[in-house]
């Protein structure tokens, strides 16, 4: 898919994915053609939460981003104890869900 979408957009996707019952999603990885700030990504009613070693792991074990550092990125639980990782770099941003922690 060839489409570009904006800040607003991408938060209200992750706002969904967080309300929901959603079991299926392992991530969402979006590029943009010009950087987006990151203060543009409007998360606190998502209670967001920085990296912490007590709940997950820097990187998951496999996968696209099993080489990727995630520790720079939000975490967000649900209320059904899924957590996921919403990051924000220079032109990507990626929402990665934890089914595996550790």
């Given at each position: 898919m060839n489409h570009e979408f904006s800040a607003i957009q991408i938060v209200a996707f992750v706002t969904e994915w967080f309300n929901s019952t959603n079991t299926k999603l392992n991530?969402?990885?979006?590029?943009?053609?010009?950087?987006?700030?990151?203060?543009?990504?409007?998360?606190?009613?998502?209670?967001?939460?920085?990296?912490?070693?007590?709940?997950?792991?820097r990187q998951p074990r496999t996968g696209p981003f099993s080489k990727t550092d995630l520790s720079g990125g939000f975490d967000i639980l649900r209320s059904d104890g899924l957590l996921a990782t919403f990051q924000v770099w220079r032109c990507n941003c990626a929402l990665y869900v934890w089914h595996q922690r550790f």
């Open positions: 991530y969402l990885r979006m590029h943009a053609k010009k950087p987006i700030p990151r203060e543009r990504f409007q998360i606190a009613h998502l209670n967001p939460m920085p990296f912490c070693e007590n709940r997950r792991r």
